[in-house]
């Protein structure tokens, strides 16, 4: 089977693991970008990519790289491409652009001039012109432009993957599913000890650390991917992948999602229900400030809000508690925690065995370790604990890992007539009385974008979020009863 250039795109932050997925996987010739890893594979690997990866957003398949110097080049250049083997007669496509360029500027201009270039050259050779579907297109395209060079690549996933079909329902800026994987993964959890996270919201954590555990592939809940509409998409060969449960484990522990408000508790025994994952998976309606040391070895990964798009009152008591918690009630295991600010940080009173930067939409996150034990470090060495694997201490280790000014850094106000106000009542300390007024006018016009933009921020299109509760051709019925397209296997139970 023939081998060629894949490219599957990521968050800032992800690009290791998702080259360490893909080398498990199989594929050749992995290499790390930014935001992408690049490797090569056949019409098997591509397939297995979009439906195993647990860390991709998207998996292109370059057809093209050319220099463009200006639009009419771009139009040439894309002119030059044989259209008719990827865009059949009868169907539509649509044309997707990423642009960090002096001499494109406006990547709307450079969607335009593709189309052009495609249209035109059906228009001359049959007299007839292919149609442009932006909501549900055949054939999707996506051209990346850096200054003059330009990658015009085939969409082989459609939706973004994050979107893996089990959501019935959400909360307010709900975790990226796709992020909650790469944390999961980041931690080297696989199902070796309970796992609990005490702020779940709408239940993406559990049920992500789940899929991991089992070695479920994530692509099993959705409707389609892109590459089935292709002119070469081989049904027979995507119907074994799919029906291969060879690599599926039995989890012999449980996972928790605790949270203390009641709708997202709700939302989350939805979302798992609809995963058919209730039997691993228990969610209750619990405060962490009345958590408890957990019967079994377990550890502890959570995403608290950190007062961007959720607000919360008392946000620095909200962490201290989070401190108190893990000293008191979790010697003995380990906890990970995303969070955004410093001060957040430092209220946990904690030290963190490893600090992590990862991206959450658009803020620079942290991604920290704490290894709790009881009594002294020395002691705890001693009897064999480890505060920091070799793999941990090579990435403390990397210089650059942040960038030098974060907005990270900046401090909340701790005032107490702010204690229990909204978060976006807050203001930020500076050393300068002078720079003062300045800094809350940037801040204010940074908060006025993050509020213009989506939660998730992964290049898709507008689009709404397809229901589970629909007809899927794949999975239908209850969590007892996901019958197949193929008749290999008539029923699967998780």
């Given at each position: 089977m023939e081998e060629f250039e894949l490219i599957a795109k990521t968050f800032m932050g992800l690009e290791q693991v998702l080259a360490q997925e893909l080398t498990q996987l199989g594929a050749n010739n992995v290499q790390i970008g930014r935001r992408m890893v690049s490797f090569t594979g056949n019409k098997e690997m591509m397939y297995r990519a979009n439906f195993q990866l647990h860390t991709a957003?998207?998996?292109?398949?370059?057809?093209?790289?050319?220099?463009?110097?200006?639009?009419?080049?771009?139009?040439?250049?894309?002119?030059?491409?044989?259209?008719?083997?990827?865009?059949?007669?009868?169907?539509?496509?649509?044309?997707?652009?990423?642009?960090y360029s002096e001499e494109f500027k406006n990547s709307r201009f450079v969607t335009y001039k593709v189309k052009d270039a495609i249209v035109?050259?059906?228009?001359?050779?049959?007299?007839?012109?292919?149609?442009?579907?932006?909501?549900?297109?055949?054939?999707?395209?996506?051209?990346?432009?850096?200054?003059?060079?330009?990658?015009?690549?085939?969409?082989?996933?459609?939706?973004?993957l994050h979107r893996r079909g089990y959501r019935q329902e959400s909360v307010e800026a709900p975790l990226n599913e796709v992020l909650a994987?790469?944390?999961?993964?980041?931690?080297g959890?696989?199902?070796?000890?309970?796992?609990?996270?005490?702020?779940?919201?709408?239940?993406?954590?559990?049920?992500?650390?789940?899929?991991?555990?089992?070695?479920?592939?994530?692509?099993?809940?959705?409707?389609?991917?892109?590459?089935e509409k292709w002119p070469d998409f081989d049904q027979e060969l995507f119907d074994m992948i799919y029906n291969d449960e060879s690599g599926e484990r039995e989890f012999e522990h449980h996972i928790y999602g605790y949270d203390v408000d009641m709708k997202a508790v709700n939302t989350a025994k939805r979302n798992v229900a609809a995963a058919g994952f209730t039997r691993d998976i228990t969610i209750e309606n619990r405060d962490f400030k009345t958590f408890e040391k957990p019967a079994n070895k377990s550890i502890i990964i959570t995403n608290p809000p950190y007062g961007e798009r959720i607000s919360t009152s008392n946000l620095l008591g909200t962490y201290k508690m989070i401190g108190e918690r893990l000293k008191h009630q979790f010697m003995g295991n380990e906890a990970w925690i995303l969070s955004?600010?410093?001060?957040?940080?430092?209220?946990?009173?904690?030290?963190p065995s490893i600090k992590i930067p990862v991206y959450n939409g658009s803020l620079e996150c942290e991604f920290r370790k704490y290894q709790m034990f009881d009594g002294k470090l020395q002691n705890f060495r001693e009897e064999g604990g480890v505060i920091k694997t070799e793999?941990?201490?090579?990435?403390?280790?990397?210089?650059?890992?942040f960038k030098k000014n974060r907005e990270f850094k900046k401090r909340l106000d701790e005032n107490e007539e702010n204690a229990n106000a909204d978060i976006r009542s807050f203001t930020f300390h500076s050393i300068k009385d002078s720079r003062f007024a300045a800094e809350k006018?940037?801040?204010?016009?940074?908060?006025?974008r993050r509020d213009g933009k989506r939660a998730y921020r992964d290049d898709d299109e507008r689009k709404p979020r397809r229901s589970f509760k629909q007809d899927n051709p794949r999975r239908k019925g209850s969590e007892n009863d996901r019958r197949k397209t193929s008749g290999k296997r008539a029923e699967r139970k998780f």
């Open positions: 957003i998207r998996v292109l398949k370059p057809i093209a790289h050319f220099k463009a110097k200006s639009a009419e080049d771009m139009y040439d250049e894309v002119k030059k491409i044989d259209w008719a083997q990827y865009i059949e007669k009868g169907k539509t496509f649509s044309v997707d652009s990423v642009v035109d050259q059906f228009r001359e050779r049959t007299g007839e012109r292919p149609n442009i579907s932006v909501s549900n297109p055949d054939i999707r395209l996506n051209i990346h432009i850096a200054e003059d060079k330009a990658t015009l690549s085939l969409d082989s996933s459609g939706e973004s994987a790469g944390m999961i993964l980041m931690s959890w696989s199902g070796e000890t309970d796992f609990i996270d005490p702020m779940c919201g709408s239940g993406t954590l559990p049920i992500e650390a789940l899929l991991i555990a089992r070695n479920i592939s994530p692509g099993v809940f959705r409707k389609e991917f892109a590459f955004y600010r410093e001060e957040c940080f430092r209220e946990i009173g904690l030290k793999a941990e201490k090579k990435e403390m280790a990397t210089k650059h890992r006018e940037d801040e204010a016009r940074r908060r006025k």
